[in-house]
């Protein structure tokens, strides 16, 4: 049976964040942002809290740039340098960008998160499981299974070496949408942060797997997702 097979279906996934982690007042932290879409919901949600957005892909960085919005500031950085000081956040937010850090440094960035944080504080990793119609359509052009298995690796590493604790998880589905095949080729394809090396033949290949999904209304498919909520412990608690 699918991981997701009994997963709740959620449409923002603010509402699991909201759930899992006060958001009122906070310093927020969200490390490979992308279009920043959640953490503008948020602080126009929560407005007495501020999130930062790191972004290295730099067409987006620039984008991020061009539409300022109240509580919300972005930063040119990876993950595994963060230009702040120790301390600085009371919340580090990964959306489906875990997996997107270079392997060798996967370990160096959760330690930066740890150091960015306080005592006491949560890193929120969310994650796209590799499993699905979507997913089996998308592998046939970027095929994740490694660097999705790698990142959830990473943080069993650490887990069991640095001053974490898992303090929830939780799993669901979200929809996704798409009016037809040039939209999910736009999106999926043809990223500003990848070079998924098209050619006229392997975009027919993936055209033909996306046909029996898409109907008058366009296609609609659920991506199974994975949530694991680590808290930042004392060294005194790391010690016990």
């Known amino acids: 049976m699918s991981p997701s097979a009994k997963s709740p279906l959620i449409h923002n996934e603010l509402q699991i ?3 899992l982690v006060m958001l009122e007042g906070q310093r927020i932290i969200e490390l490979g942002c992308g279009n920043a879409r959640l953490a503008r919901q948020l602080v126009q949600a929560y407005p007495t809290s501020h999130v930062t957005g790191l972004e290295v892909d730099e067409r987006q960085h620039a984008k991020n740039l061009a539409a300022p919005q109240e509580g919300l500031s972005f930063v040119a950085a990876g993950a595994q340098a963060v230009p702040f ?7 580090a937010l990964m959306l ?3 997996h997107h850090v270079p392997l060798p440094l996967l370990d ?3 330690s930066e998160v740890a150091r960015v944080l306080r005592p006491g504080g ?3 990793v969310s994650e796209p499981v590799y499993d699905g119609p979507l997913n089996e359509i998308v592998r046939l052009f970027n095929d994740e299974g490694e660097v999705r298995a790698a990142a959830q690796s990473a943080v069993d590493r650490a887990l069991a070496h640095g001053p974490w604790e898992q303090v929830a998880e939780r799993r669901f589905d979200m929809p996704v949408h798409y ?3 040039n939209e999910f080729e736009e999106r999926m ?3 500003t942060f990848a070079d998924h090396a098209l050619t006229d033949e392997l975009i027919a290949r993936v055209a033909r797997a996306f046909a029996p999904h898409c109907g008058p209304s366009g296609a609609d498919f659920t991506r199974p997702m994975h949530v694991r909520l680590l808290r930042r412990i004392e060294r005194s608690e790391a010690s016990r």
């Open 17 to 19: 964040l909201a759930e």
């Open 179 to 181: 009016a037809d095949f």
């Open 85 to 91: 000081a120790d301390a600085s956040f009371d919340l």
């Open 96 to 98: 489906k960008s875990l």
């Open 122 to 124: 949560h890193l929120y």
């Open 108 to 110: 160096q960035a959760l």
């Open 189 to 191: 394809m043809r990223p």
